[in-house]
């Protein structure tokens, strides 16, 4: 009988406690500020959008595939963008090919292999460094290096090493730390139960890591990869520095693999010397050349969220 | 009970520490462990371990948490090798071989001594390809079919998954994982069995099944378990090594032998006091 009295007066205060106090208005107000902020960002994002559309469509629905398909030229009314394009895939594929191999590798060797040492901390406190460094000096170490080495072994083409075996190894360089520490990422997902698992039934570390750690380990590595070669496709700064054309240039009936030692250009950089012109009818061609690169990021983007889930719903 | 010296019980009774008498001391030891230590950096996990281990028996470890049984575990299939700062000291003799001598191959040993895990950890792939890994990487060139078939029948799971051979291990249960995890240990044909935990994760009717699995694989393999559960060590095992963990003057937590000897001895009649406080439920 003694609790009656106080439980009644425990349910009051309960009651006056959770009813009639409205809602936490700090709280809303915290709310709505970051929803501001969100929008603000979306808004320049919107903005930007809006203007690019607005100036390019015209061009893209004018010339339709004749933009893109029509060489690099001084007369607006004909300029398209074909060795951009084609120098910007090519480009990619290079830099895939020197990037991936390598950049899997040593993140392979720093996860699975490498002894938890002074040293190897200190590489990997260097590769994140790395992917810091601005790439204007990537550009730099393009010129320096890679434009000498591809002259001296006899690939320099007619202009001297600056041509897309440089560029190509010079965007490798430039994205070959992010390579690396988006695939040690994913390595280091993989459960080390697994690890355990398979060596526990007598699996070598060669056999844990092809049968086990990459096969767990690939939908992440690749969705990372295919991220940074859209970084090296987008990247413009170096490529300036070694060798991509600004101006109008032709690649006559050169194949594919004489493009890569002579003259070149890539879409980003074509964008950025379209800007320079002051004809007005070159900034139509610059939003539409750079439609066209959203377009194009957009898909290698989804492409790797795709072959991710092609690859989890595996197991 | 007789004075005589021949007398098996009472033989066992005045050798503690070294569990004999009964017809199993028979058993052929296959595994001597002498001074058996193991630190992680300046940290001694474990130290002053002598056990050995007899064919076809289950061996227990038992002990409170941070005891370092676990540890000694992994000394048998030398899976402290992966963790870089573990160093091992003493000698582990399996079939009169110093398992840490020169020119010893970690790979062919954990072959011999399989592994059953804490948490069951299934490959993400299917249930066939879980059993047929092992076999495949070591070579083995008969009817992979037929071993897959044999191995989950053995761990007792082949009737719920033979139509699903196919399927994610992912799929199972808990407690099927964990069959899964055994028939993949003895998939390979080995001499011994580890168990580290194998039913802590699982509900008791799973735990159950997993016991009278062990009891039949004992006729075929040596299999030695760690475990929390004190009642599963007197059920399951014939011989029980309880651990203990010695708290130092700056903090540091060593754990040690305490006593090895018969399950029904530990558990009815154990020689030291620790033991028996901690099997009472007094400590730990």
Partial sequence: ?315 | MTETPRSESSLSVQAPGRGTGRSRSERPIIFDVQGLAVNYGDFTAVAGVDIDIRQNEITAFIGPSGCGKTTVLRCFNRMNDLIETARVSGSIEYHGVDLYGEGVDPVEVRRRIGMVFQKPNPFPKSIYDNIAFGPKIAGFKGDMDELVEQSLRRAAIWDEVKDKLQDSAFALSGGQQQRLCIARAIATSPDVVLMDEPCSALDPIATLRIEELMMELKEDYTILIVTHNMQQAARVSDRTAFFTVDVGDTGMRTGRLVEFDDTDKIFVNPSEQQTEDYITGRFG
């Fill in chain 1, 1 to 315: 009988m003694v609790s009656t009295p106080r439980s009644a007066g425990t349910a009051d205060m309960v009651r006056a406690s959770i009813s009639g106090r409205g809602s936490r208005k700090g709280g809303k107000v915290f709310e709505y500020s970051l929803l501001a902020s969100l929008m603000v960002a979306l808004l320049f994002l919107a903005i930007l959008l809006a203007d690019i559309f607005r100036q390019g469509l015209g061009v893209l629905f004018d010339r339709g595939l004749d933009f893109v398909t029509s060489p690099l030229s001084l007369n607006p009314e004909t300029a398209g963008i074909w060795q951009s394009l084609t120098g910007s895939v090519l480009l990619t594929i290079l830099v895939a090919l020197i990037a991936f191999p390598i950049g899997i590798g040593s993140a392979i060797y720093l996860e699975e292999y490498a002894p938890d040492t002074r040293f190897t901390r200190f590489i990997n406190t260097n590769i994140r460094n790395l992917a810091g460094v601005p790439s204007i000096v990537y550009g730099i170490l393009g010129l320096t290096m890679f434009v000498t080495f591809t002259r001296s072994i006899g690939l320099g083409g007619g202009v001297n090493g600056r041509n897309m075996i440089a560029a190509g190894l010079t965007l490798a360089v430039l994205v070959l730390p992010i390579v690396i520490i988006t695939a040690a990422e994913a390595l280091r997902a993989v459960p080390n139960s697994i690890r355990e698992a398979a060596f526990g039934v007598g699996a070598t570390r060669w056999e844990v890591v092809r049968y086990h750690v990459l096969p767990s380990a690939a939908p992440g590595i690749l969705t990372g990869t295919v991220l940074t070669l859209a970084r090296a496709f987008g990247e413009t700064a170096p490529l300036l520095l070694v060798g991509a054309a600004t101006g109008f240039f032709t690649t006559g009936n050169a194949g594919l693999l004489e493009q890569t030692t002579g003259p070149y250009t890539a879409l980003p950089v074509t964008v950025f010397s379209w800007a320079r012109q002051p004809d007005a009818q070159f900034r139509e061609l610059t939003a539409a050349a750079i439609i066209v690169l959203l377009v194009l990021l957009l898909t290698a983007n989804a492409a790797a969220v795709i072959l991710r889930n092609r690859f989890e719903r595996r197991w």
